[in-house]
């Protein structure tokens, strides 16, 4: 069983920054791929950055240039750095380990202020 907590979210003005983590229990954190998702009001989960075991990352064009997504695999934690930030990043934001068919964290709010 693996379990994904989330943390740092919080209310922004455009422009601030947060950074966002993942905790996740069990042994083969740092063998899998994790991920960071995010859902707005009214819309579909997107995929918002993404990185494997070797570190190799991805980005919605949404956000490239703006968000770096990283992993501390000592302390089985995944983070998201957000710069530059947006009202349209305003949403849910989850995490999401890609062990077996896949666990999901519980979410953090992001929302951000014009």
């Known amino acids: 069983q693996v379990q994904l907590v989330e943390s740092g979210g919080g209310l922004v003005q455009a422009g601030e920054s947060l950074r966002l983590s993942c905790a996740a229990s069990?042994?083969?954190?740092?063998?899998?791929?994790m991920a960071w998702y995010r859902q707005a009001p009214g819309k579909e989960r997107e995929l918002v950055a993404a990185?494997?075991?070797?570190?190799?990352?991805n980005y919605a064009d949404s956000v490239k240039g703006r968000f770096t997504i990283s992993r501390d695999s000592a302390k089985n934690t995944v983070y998201l750095q957000m710069n530059s930030l947006k009202p349209e990043d305003t949403g849910v934001y989850y995490c999401?380990?890609?062990?077996?068919?896949?666990?999901w964290g519980q979410g953090t709010q992001v929302t951000v202020s014009s």
């Open positions: 990185i494997t075991s070797g570190g190799t990352t």
């Open positions: 069990g042994s083969r954190f740092s063998r899998n791929a």
């Open positions: 999401k380990s890609f062990i077996g068919t896949g666990y």
